[in-house]
């Protein structure tokens, strides 16, 4: 009885656990199918969102499609224009090339034609110049042949003055010079204004002559008059505003002399003496003589030559 009781008991329990576990599954079931319904609503939104982005894709695609048959021919056409393109650009570079080559060679050839022209200028240059040098190389040489033609007929003409002063000079020497009473030493220089000498005509300012007496005799010392006397070389006397008149005696024999100073001088038996005189005029170019006289005759003369 009491093993019935218990195992009532455990039935009821039983039936009470699976009544229990029968709703609750129920329950979970009803919840899975409301939740798949949800979800079958939601799946069913989206496949009809889906089947719209397919349609649409479908529509791109279609375009596209469309798109890539349309540039695939434009391509097929570039593809030709390009074959083109490359085929022109290799005839023009090849063209280039052979002008490059050509004016390359055109280039040195004009390179060497100016290196020419060049060459020929400057020759031209140093030719104009050997002619101008010649030209003033002749110029320079008429000239000095002028001067010499001139100069030659100059000496001439000097030496034959000169010639002529000479011969006068040794004939008054012998003839009015004393043997024991005569100048030695005897030199003429012409002077410019500063005191230096010259030989210009157009500088010559003063004639000084200096001279020696030495071993005088006693008869000839003691105060006398001496002359100085300027001639050219025909023995005509320069030129002065107040010329000097004098009367010498040599040997008896008497002879007129112009002089162009004179001075009182207390002859020695030996001394230094100096005359000078002051230019009036310009003298002309020649020989000049310069004398100095005594009232006894001739002491000593000298010659000068004036350019």
Same mark, same amino acid.
């Given at each position: !009885?009491?093993?019935?009781?218990?195992? #009532?008991?455990?039935?009821?329990?039983?039936?009470?656990?699976?009544?229990?576990?029968?709703?609750?599954?129920?329950?979970? %079931?009803?919840? /899975?199918?409301?939740?798949?319904?949800?979800?079958?609503?939601?799946?069913?939104?989206?496949?009809?969102?889906?089947?719209?982005?397919?349609?649409?894709?479908?529509?791109?695609?279609?375009?596209?499609?469309?798109?890539?048959?349309?540039?695939?021919?434009?391509?097929?056409?570039?593809?030709? $224009?390009?074959?083109?393109?490359?085929?022109?650009?290799?005839?023009?570079? $090849?063209?280039?090339?052979?002008?490059?080559?050509?004016?390359?060679?055109?280039?040195?050839? !004009?390179?060497?034609?100016?290196?020419?022209?060049?060459?020929?200028?400057?020759?031209?240059?140093?030719?104009?110049?050997?002619?101008?040098?010649? /030209?003033?190389?002749?110029? /320079?040489?008429?000239?000095?042949?002028?001067?010499?033609?001139?100069?030659?007929?100059?000496?001439?003409?000097?030496?034959?003055?000169?010639?002529?002063?000479?011969?006068? !000079?040794?004939?008054?020497?012998?003839?009015?010079?004393?043997?024991?009473?005569?100048?030695?030493?005897?030199?003429?220089?012409?002077?410019?204004?500063?005191?230096?000498?010259?030989?210009?005509?157009?500088?010559?300012?003063?004639?000084?002559?200096?001279?020696?007496? %030495?071993?005088?005799?006693?008869?000839?010392?003691?105060?006398?008059?001496?002359?100085?006397?300027?001639?050219?070389?025909?023995? %005509?006397?320069?030129?002065?505003?107040?010329?000097?008149?004098?009367?010498?005696?040599?040997?008896?024999?008497?002879?007129?002399?112009?002089?162009?100073?004179?001075?009182? %001088?207390?002859?020695?038996?030996?001394?230094?003496?100096?005359?000078?005189?002051?230019?009036?005029?310009?003298?002309?170019?020649?020989?000049?003589?310069?004398?100095?006289?005594?009232?006894?005759?001739?002491?000593?003369?000298?010659?000068?030559? #004036?350019?």
């Amino acid at each position: !009885m009491k093993t019935n009781t218990i195992l #009532m008991i455990l039935l009821a329990i039983a039936m009470l656990v699976m009544g229990y576990c029968g709703w609750d599954h129920n329950n979970k %079931v009803q919840a /899975q199918m409301a939740d798949l319904s949800a979800k079958n609503t939601a799946l069913g939104t989206e496949l009809t969102d889906v089947q719209g982005l397919k349609a649409k894709l479908e529509g791109d695609l279609n375009a596209l499609q469309t798109k890539y048959s349309s540039l695939a021919a434009e391509n097929e056409a570039l593809q030709g $224009s390009v074959t083109d393109a490359q085929k022109e650009i290799k005839r023009r570079k $090849s063209a280039i090339y052979r002008l490059t080559q050509a004016s390359s060679a055109k280039d040195g050839e !004009m390179a060497s034609l100016r290196a020419q022209i060049e060459g020929l200028i400057n020759e031209r240059t140093k030719l104009e110049a050997d002619i101008n040098n010649l /030209q003033s190389e002749n110029a /320079q040489l008429k000239e000095e042949n002028a001067k010499l033609a001139s100069d030659l007929a100059t000496t001439k003409g000097e030496k034959e003055a000169l010639a002529r002063l000479n011969s006068t !000079m040794e004939k008054d020497i012998a003839d009015l010079t004393l043997s024991n009473f005569k100048a030695n030493g005897f030199t003429t220089d012409v002077l410019r204004k500063d005191g230096k000498p010259t030989r210009r005509k157009g500088f010559a300012k003063k004639v000084n002559v200096s001279f020696d007496l %030495v071993n005088v005799p006693e008869k000839y010392q003691g105060v006398r008059k001496i002359y100085m006397v300027i001639t050219d070389d025909t023995g %005509v006397p320069i030129t002065k505003s107040s010329p000097i008149k004098a009367k010498i005696s040599v040997n008896g024999t008497d002879q007129d002399i112009i002089a162009v100073s004179e001075q009182n %001088v207390e002859i020695q038996e030996s001394q230094r003496l100096s005359f000078n005189h002051d230019l009036e005029a310009k003298l002309k170019p020649g020989y000049y003589r310069s004398s100095i006289y005594t009232d006894l005759g001739l002491l000593g003369s000298a010659s000068f030559l #004036m350019r």
